[in-house]
């Protein structure tokens, strides 16, 4: 892609911040209307556009044979993932903080249709996944497109795709101020008012335009209670909901290792390549949520399993069993089914594993402690928002998001110490979130703090200078001169006894003087070197360099004691090289 460098005025981005949010709320309408079609259809047998998700699935007509509709639709996913767009494989939040901090930016237009109707295709025909990773991916590659075809600067299109992401999950929940801080806290490279701006504008009109199909109701309806949910007037309910924070905290951690040990044992140990892994997962996957029906009366864990949250949050969770049971179904069949190669996103399954869990928490202590009026329903709220914030890394979207669903300020409380300490227990586990650890699996970096040095994620292999050549260290410099011309800055590498690295010359305007000219070798006019691993970061290769003394590094396959060998050197970097990575990489910061 050529190099951009058209920057838009602050009020012209605004305004294609409130289109890039009207195609977010718009996507989110036309990616549940595809759901609902695929779900009725395949689970049903009948046409509609109808399907309200915080309601079971009636039994279908199709009998033990409904196992077959998760397998069918993993025909169609590994399909459209193999032919059309690898990257739509999976939750969706990576692949967009990958292109944000590694592609710069750059979402192909074919994923947002190709990852709508995968996700819908997962999420219709059971899989236990969520819709909003896969609304973010879609609002994401739309304001990469946009960008793209404006041909913006790469401040402004990061800043476009993380508006497009946000939009997409406020007009999922109708939570305009949680889809800001989602990406102020997972995607955005500057929290600053040029940043903030169109991604607020952005949030706000998806949520308006989804409240235009939806209605102006958070995604879980709950009752008005005679006695409030989160009573916290005696300290010793603060002190239950720092417990129910550790709990969650093991939770999130068990969460992200289930999900990365289900994606490396199909990767692994399931032989037959992507569509045969995805069919297993999917039948497994299949078989345990029609289990289900026949032993509690639903299927429970299919799609985005809303029904069973509404029933938790409604004062109907069931006994406490049930709740473990559905819990340990949830955790397992969402594995099993990102696991093995679905589309979808993490979201949900997380709300479901925090209200489950939570709520049965707070049924032991209603029964331990009756004197405290404790709410299980209030436990279950609580725990989703522990869980989504601990897993994701996203603490403060989850605790506003919360409060948004529930338009209790009584909330806010409990939920910032459960959501704090269950934080804290899953970085004590895991240190990864969720969504980083597929990242890093990747050999990639994602930073962590709110204003990212993107310069300090790039690696040696991003950063070196493979157009480099190669001389005996013996040939004279005057040879040498007349063999190249002498305007080529191409590092030269220096060869001694057994294709050893001597040396390196980084040639200049003007080189060679004529004074060195004079029968002088080019081993006398080398430079020393520094070895580095092809997956050095910026920090390591300047530390290096820096402790020793040198301004050169060779990147080598085998790191370890110089001399390197000519056969593992894989580029060089030189300190004109890191100021160039560092220029191009502060373009994300500058005006």
């Given at each position: 892609m050529a190099q951009t460098d058209r920057q838009l005025h602050p009020l012209s981005l605004s305004l294609i911040s409130i289109l890039i949010g009207a195609a977010a709320g718009l996507g989110a309408v036309g990616f549940r209307a595809l759901i609902a079609i695929i779900h009725n259809l395949t689970f049903l047998g009948f046409f509609s556009v109808s399907y309200d998700a915080n309601a079971h699935t009636p039994a279908s007509p199709w009998g033990p044979f409904v196992i077959l509709v998760p397998v069918a639709?993993?025909?169609?996913?590994?399909?459209?993932?193999?032919?059309?767009?690898?990257?739509?494989?999976?939750?969706?939040v990576p692949e967009v903080m990958d292109a944000i901090y590694h592609e710069k930016g750059v979402i192909r237009p074919l994923v947002a249709a190709v990852k709508a109707l995968a996700s819908a295709l997962s999420i219709g025909t059971g899989?236990?996944?969520?819709?909003?990773?896969?609304?973010?991916?879609?609002?994401?590659?739309?304001?990469?497109?946009?960008?793209?075809?404006?041909?913006?600067?790469?401040?402004?299109?990061?800043?476009?795709?993380?508006?497009?992401?946000?939009g997409g999950i406020a007009a999922t929940f109708n939570t305009p101020v949680g889809g800001v801080l989602f990406a102020v806290e997972i995607m955005m490279h500057e929290v600053s008012v040029r940043t903030l701006v169109p991604v607020a504008i952005a949030t706000a009109t998806a949520t308006y335009v989804g409240q235009l199909f939806f209605g102006?109701?958070?995604?879980?309806?709950?009752?008005?209670?005679?006695?409030?949910?989160?009573?916290?007037?005696?300290?010793?309910?603060?002190?239950?909901?720092?417990?129910?924070?550790?709990?969650?905290g093991i939770v999130s951690a068990l969460f992200?290792?289930?999900?990365?040990?289900?994606?490396?044992?199909?990767?692994?140990?399931?032989?037959?390549?992507?569509?045969?892994?995805?069919?297993?997962?999917?039948?497994?996957?299949?078989?345990?949520?029609?289990?289900?029906?026949?032993?509690?009366?639903?299927?429970?864990?299919?799609?985005?399993?809303?029904?069973?949250?509404?029933?938790?949050?409604?004062?109907?969770?069931?006994?406490?069993?049930?709740?473990?049971?559905?819990?340990?179904?949830?955790?397992?069949?969402?594995?099993?089914?990102?696991?093995?190669?679905?589309?979808?996103?993490?979201?949900?399954?997380?709300?479901?594993?925090?209200?489950?869990l939570g709520a049965a928490y707070g049924i032991v202590l209603n029964r331990l402690l009756?004197?405290?009026?404790?709410?299980?329903?209030?436990?279950?709220?609580?725990?989703?928002?522990?869980?989504?914030?601990?897993?994701?890394?996203?603490?403060?979207?989850?605790?506003?998001?919360?409060?948004?669903?529930?338009?209790?300020?009584?909330?806010?409380?409990?939920?910032?110490?459960?959501?704090?300490?269950?934080?804290?227990?899953?970085?004590?586990?895991?240190?990864?979130?969720?969504?980083?650890?597929?990242?890093?699996?990747?050999?990639?970096?994602?930073?962590?703090?709110?204003?990212?040095?993107?310069?300090?994620?790039?690696r040696a292999m991003e950063i070196m200078e493979t157009d480099f050549k190669v001389a005996p260290e013996i040939e004279p410099v005057v040879s040498f001169v007349k063999s190249v011309r002498n305007d080529d800055p191409a590092p030269l590498l220096l060869t001694g006894v057994d294709s050893q690295i001597s040396g390196v010359v980084?040639?200049?305007?003007?080189?060679?003087?004529?004074?060195?000219?004079?029968?002088?070798?080019?081993?006398?006019?080398?430079?020393?070197?520094?070895?580095?691993?092809?997956?050095?970061?910026?920090?390591?290769i300047l530390g290096s360099m820096r402790s020793a003394g040198q301004s050169i590094a060779l990147v080598s396959s085998k790191p370890g004691e110089k001399p390197?060998?000519?056969?593992?050197?894989?580029?060089?970097?030189?300190?004109?090289?890191?100021?160039?990575?560092?220029?191009?990489?502060?373009e994300l910061s500058s005006s």
């Open positions: 639709g993993a025909i169609g996913v590994a399909f459209l993932v193999k032919n059309f767009a690898p990257e739509v494989k999976g939750h969706g899989g236990s996944v969520g819709r909003e990773g896969p609304i973010i991916q879609i609002g994401a590659s739309f304001g990469s497109t946009l960008a793209q075809s404006l041909r913006l600067t790469l401040w402004q299109r990061i800043t476009l795709v993380a508006a497009g992401a946000a102006p109701h958070p995604s879980f309806v709950i009752p008005v209670f005679e006695i409030p949910y989160f009573h916290v007037a005696k300290p010793l309910v603060l002190v239950c909901y720092l417990g129910l924070g550790m709990v969650m992200i290792w289930a999900l990365y040990f289900a994606e490396s044992f199909f990767e692994e140990r399931v032989p037959g390549g992507y569509y045969v892994q995805h069919l297993v997962g999917m039948a497994v996957t299949g078989a345990l949520m029609y289990g289900l029906m026949v032993g509690f009366g639903h299927y429970y864990v299919e799609g985005v399993g809303y029904s069973t949250i509404q029933d938790i949050l409604s004062s109907h969770p069931g006994p406490i069993y049930l709740l473990l049971i559905l819990f340990a179904a949830k955790l397992i069949a969402t594995s099993l089914t990102l696991g093995s190669g679905a589309s979808g996103g993490i979201f949900s399954p997380a709300l479901y594993l925090g209200a489950t009756p004197g405290l009026g404790i709410s299980p329903p209030a436990f279950a709220v609580v725990g989703m928002g522990a869980v989504v914030g601990a897993s994701t890394s996203a603490a403060m979207a989850a605790i506003v998001m919360i409060f948004e669903m529930t338009l209790d300020y009584r909330v806010i409380l409990p939920m910032t110490i459960t959501v704090a300490t269950s934080y804290a227990v899953r970085k004590l586990l895991v240190k990864d979130s969720i969504y980083t650890r597929k990242i890093r699996l990747r050999g990639h970096d994602a930073p962590e703090a709110l204003h990212a040095n993107v310069h300090f994620v790039q980084i040639r200049e305007s003007g080189w060679p003087s004529p004074a060195l000219a004079q029968g002088a070798l080019l081993k006398d006019v080398s430079g020393d070197y520094v070895i580095v691993r092809p997956e050095a970061s910026f920090l390591e390197a060998l000519l056969t593992d050197v894989r580029g060089v970097v030189t300190e004109h090289r890191l100021i160039g990575s560092l220029a191009q990489t502060m």
